[in-house]
Each structure stands twice: as C-alpha cells, then as structure tokens.
C-alpha cells in the first residue's frame, strides 16, 4: 500500500502518567474512505489514542519522544504532536472531526442546538450568521433529522437520544473533515436508533469519502461499520486485521473471550463466557444450556401462585389544567398493562426509550401512583396499603438502577451505603453485625471486605454496579427490578453481572424483572420476554418464542436491529 494512500499514520504512540505507562507503542494507519474499528475494554486506551490524535490529553498526560502521529495535511505528511496550538487548532473541528460518546454532556445545555453547530460553522469556514444558519439547517437535513428548522431552535433538553447524537454528527462533519473520530456514539442509544445512526455514518462516509476512526467495546457495531479492526487490551494493540479475519479467525485469547462475551442468539449458555475464561484456558468451551433443562425449570415455576400479578395498570401523566380547562392525560405512559411473575424468574422488560419501561418499574415498586390498575404482590393489592405498610414492603422489593455512577453518594463509604439501608429497616442488632452482614455481601458479589472502607470513586464501572447490587441485597429481598443495570458496562463485565445476577438468583431464589433496550441481553436472562412501545404491551410470551416468532412488525424491527457478528 502506497504511503499517499494513507489520512493517518499512528507510530510507537506511548503515553503515562507519571511513572505509569498507560499507552504502550500504539501502531496503526487510516487509509483514505476507510473505516478502522478499535475495540477493547474501558482501560484499554481506545479513547486516550483517540484524543491523543485530537491534541485533547489531560495535561499531566506525558506523550514518549518517540511516539509520531501523521497526518496528511495539503497533501503531505505532518506530525500534529510538533503542531503548535493554533495550528492544531486549524486542522481540529476543521479536518479532523470528532463525536463524542455521551451527546447531552457534550453539547451546552444552555444553548440552542442550532447556534452551538452554526458557531464551528463561523469559527472554521468564516461564514456569516445568515450563511452559517443555511448551511446548518442543510447540514440537519443531511443528518436526516425531522423538522431542522425546529431542532435548530430546540434546546438539547427538548431532543431524544438519538435526535442529540445527530446533531452532534452534524457538528463533527460541519467542515467536511477528511477523518471522522466516533468515540462510542451508539453505546447510549436504543438498538433501532444505534442502526439508524450506523447507517447514517455508512452513507455520510460514501458520500463525502471520509475516513473513520470508530472506537467501541461492541464488537457487532464493529462488524457491522468496520473493513478494518484493531483489538486492544490495556494499552497495547493485541490484534489487528480486516473484519473477516479478526470475527472468524482470532488467534488471541483476548479477542475470542471478547467476541464470546455477548449473548448469542442462536443458542443458550447455562453461564456467559468471560475475557478471562479465555485468558486462563485457551480451549474454554461453554456449556449449552438445553430447551429440556429449561423446560423442566418452567414446569417448576410456573406450578406455583404468582409473586407479582399486575392488573390493568395505567400511569398516566397529565398537563396542568387553567382557566376551567379539563385536565387532559399528555402522556400515557403505561397504557392498560397485565401480566404474572412467578417465583424463582426473571420477566424481561424490553422497549425503546419512551416506551414505558422504567415508569412501569417505578409503578410497581410505587414510587409513582398508579392511575388506575391493581398490583398483587403475595396476594396482596399494594396500591391499597397505607404509607408505613408501603415502607416495610421496601425490604422485598429492590431495585438496582441503571447508572452505577450516579446511583451511589459519592461521599460515603461502601460501608455506609450498604449498611444505610440495613439500619433504616432494622436489620442487625448493632453496627457490628451489619458490618459483618456488608462484608460477607461484598464477598459474594466478587469483591473484598477491604473495600468498605473505600468510595465509590476508588472502582470501576462494573465494580460500583457489584455495590449497587449489595446494597440491594442488603435487605434480603424477594423481588429484585434491574434497570438497564448492566448497559453501561463493557460487554466482558457485563458477562460476569449477568452471570452474577443468575448465580445469586439461584442461590437465593430471587425473581427479576430485567428491563433493557438489548433485546440479546434481554433473551439470554428471560425467561418469559414483555414486549412495549409508547406505553402498550406488544407481546409477552416464552423468550425464545418472542425471537423466534416474533408476532408484531415492532418486535421484529427490534430483532433485526440487534448488531449480529
């Protein structure tokens, strides 16, 4: 391949922080109106690469002399690491173009969708406003958002997910950059959206013959976006290939635990397979979990009264009414919803964003009032229990709720947040023995009694969703709701807190109510699958019936979206 063929060459980038080494000899190129794929784990320096390239490092960041990154710029080769600021201000936003993982922190909250596009637009092309606000709302129409004139004039508050990560595409390709930087644009959207925006890349590269450099630790995106991948693993480059190669033929233990990490469709393990699995055991086989084996189990569950039964609930929310004007529901949220959970299973709740999920959750648990509907738990219809009987009904049901950043005080110890509850339910005789109860609980979600005295800020991702989980454990609860628990978390710790949630199902006879967006993750946990959109129940039955079957167009929209390797 012949050197002018290349839009950027990455050689011997290594980077630490202080006496730590954190990006080790990084070697890769970016060939014109190619799309390289990094993949790796939170921690394997995919990012850090990525702003590396942008000149966007943390300060104390110290980038080794030997490290050059090259970049064709008038049609020769230049280091932007010996750029001076302004000059590696022309060629950022301008040729090299970036969107960011989480769209709502990266755009200002303060200022209108529109006029935070339109001012790159002025800063890099030297437009007037009236000429910048043309080739904004042209830019909107490219990114196929509905009604540009509208989202011009919208706050990032009044758009969905996916309506902010389009406007953010439509910042990033402003300036017809010759190399697109995607940090994880689709790990925050719905399976539907995820596919509309990877579509929209596809044609947006054709179309204005971009490279792009697209990070993510899914690897069905990177198969279904990428000719070329790059596998890395704690700051090194494990693997690297074309797409065929890396899918079908890995020859490192770390990219066959990655690509084996994610549910498969076709068939069930009894336990996901995990990156270290392979690391420990190069011929790791799984176990097949068998349609007889889960048939038998059904038998079992479903030969006992329900746990939960849930009666024609309806959550409706509703504008304020003024002047004598009736009240109107603005929002049906939950629409005329039934269904039966039985001990010992776990009910998947699957949707996209807005369609009821979580509001359903939190009516069940009441933590918002229902609008109409019974809801059975024990036999017992809870939206008639008074307020001290809904605080004891607290302990046997818990939830462990989607963020694991955001979902624990970041001025407590573990100890506090685990034994908080414990206290406030009266649960142990002394502080003594709720400590004690606290320790064994972090033991039995892989971590160490010696983390009770750390903060939450002290763990990873996947290790502060663990205390999420004990925490809700703490109060031996019978019925546990998990919340999107684990979509934020890397798909080889997601494997071991799905394996977690099943083991500790089976130890303590837990039932679930599993909500997710993943409708691979949904199936693999589920055992009967509840199917919603805009507050109606699409389908419910068998989860294999639901993949295999599917009954309504949505559900199979939703099927058909799932990013396949």
């Known amino acids: 391949m012949q050197n002018l063929d290349y ?4 050689k011997n980038l290594s980077i630490s922080f202080g006496e730590k080494k954190v990006l080790n000899s990084i070697n890769f190129n970016v060939i014109k109106g190619e799309t390289l794929g990094i993949v790796g784990e939170s921690g394997s320096g995919k990012s850090l690469t990525s702003l590396a390239i942008m000149g966007l490092l943390n300060p104390l960041a110290k ?35 970036m969107i960011f993982q989480e769209p709502m922190t990266s755009l200002n909250p303060s200022i209108r969708c ?99 450099l697209f990070i993510s630790h899914d690897l069905g995106v990177i198969a279904n976006i990428c000719e070329e991948v790059l596998v890395m693993f704690r700051g090194n480059v494990v693997e690297q290939g074309n797409v065929d190669t890396i899918f079908n033929h890995p020859k490192e233990n770390y990219t066959k635990g990655l690509i084996a990490c994610r549910p498969r469709l076709d068939e069930r393990t009894i336990r996901l397979p995990t990156v270290k699995d392979y690391l420990e055991n190069p011929d790791f086989k799984t176990k097949i979990y068998t349609s007889e084996a889960r048939t038998k189990f059904h038998e079992k569950i479903y030969s006992s009264a329900p746990i939960l039964e849930v009666k024609n609930l309806k959550k409706y929310f509703y504008s304020s009414a003024f002047f004598g004007e009736s009240s109107m529901p603005s929002v049906k949220a939950v629409d005329d919803i039934s269904f039966k959970v039985y001990p010992g299973e776990t009910m998947g709740l699957v949707g996209e964003s807005g369609s009821g999920k979580t509001t359903l959750s939190r009516t069940v648990l009441l933590l918002e009032k229902p609008t109409e509907g019974e809801i059975y738990f024990n036999g017992i219809d ?99 709701i998990c919340d999107e628990s684990v979509s934020a978390l890397d798909v080889s710790v997601q494997a071991q807190v799905l394996n977690l949630l099943n083991d500790l199902k089976s130890e303590f006879g837990f039932t679930y109510i599993f909500i997710s967006h993943d409708l691979a993750v949904v199936k693999y946990m589920s055992d009967q699958l509840l199917v919603m959109q805009h507050g109606e129940m699409k389908e419910l039955d068998d989860a294999d019936e639901v993949y295999l079957h599917p009954k309504t167009s949505y559900t199979k929209e939703l099927i058909e979206a799932i990013p396949k390797i």
């Open 382 to 480: 809870i939206t008639k229990l008074k307020k001290e009987e809904i605080r004891k009904l607290r302990r046997e049901i818990q939830i462990i709720f989607q963020d694991p950043y955001s979902s624990l005080n970041p001025r407590q110890t573990v100890a506090q947040i685990i034994t908080e509850p414990m206290e406030v339910h009266k649960i142990g005789n002394s502080k003594k023995e709720r400590l004690n109860k606290a320790s064994d609980l972090l033991e039995k979600v892989g971590l160490s009694a010696l983390d009770l005295r750390k903060y939450p800020h002290e763990f990873s991702g996947g290790q502060r969703q663990r205390i999420g989980i004990a925490r809700a454990l703490a109060l031996n609860p019978k019925f546990i």
């Open 63 to 97: 980038i080794h002399k030997e490290s050059e990154i090259l970049f064709r710029h008038n049609n020769k080769m230049i280091d932007l690491l010996k750029l001076s600021k302004t000059e590696l201000e022309e060629i950022r936003g301008n040729e090299i173009g």
């Open 7 to 10: 839009i950027i060459q990455v």
């Open 114 to 212: 529109g006029e935070q596009v339109a001012e790159a637009v002025r800063l890099h092309l030297k437009l007037s406003k009236k000429d910048a606000e043309k080739k904004v709302i042209s830019l909107f129409k490219q990114v196929k958002l509905p009604n540009p004139q509208r989202i011009y004039n919208a706050f990032p508050h009044e758009l969905s997910g996916g309506q902010k990560q389009r406007v953010m595409i439509a910042m990033a390709i402003s300036c017809e950059p010759k190399l697109l930087i995607a940090d994880e644009p689709t790990t925050a959207l719905d399976v539907t959206v995820q596919k509309a925006t990877l579509d929209l890349l596809k044609d947006l590269q054709k179309s204005h013959n971009m490279s792009v």
